[in-house]
């Protein structure tokens, strides 16, 4: 079953552009300016997101100069997949099962 701690992380990916981060950032290891040119998206408006997908442990910084480098972490996003596929899994052996209404 899906945890509180897993609900947080759904609702991190559930920003489009932290979702487009994520995606990107599993191609590649990307600094700030990269990701501005990718996304289109605000430096500022990025640091937030970034911030946020930092916090969740969604991505590891990697400092290189006056550049900050994000990896994605994809432990984290291997545990939500598995959270996932548990849940299908679940759903799929219940398929069958009803509540009588009252």
């Given amino acids: 079953m899906l945890t509180s701690v897993d609900n947080d992380l759904i609702r991190v990916l559930a920003d489009p552009l932290r979702l487009r981060i994520v995606t990107l950032l ?3 290891t ?18 937030n997101h970034l911030k946020v997908l930092r916090e969740a442990g969604f991505v590891d910084t990697e400092p290189c100069g006056r550049f900050t480098y994000y990896r994605l972490r994809p432990e984290v996003v291997e545990t939500l997949a598995g959270q996932f596929a548990d849940l299908a899994e679940t759903a799929r052996a219940n398929a069958d099962a009803k509540r009588a209404c009252p």
């Fill in 26 to 28: 599993a191609r590649e």
């Fill in 30 to 47: 990307l600094c700030t300016t990269h990701l501005v040119e990718e996304t289109g998206a605000k430096q500022t408006n990025l640091s």
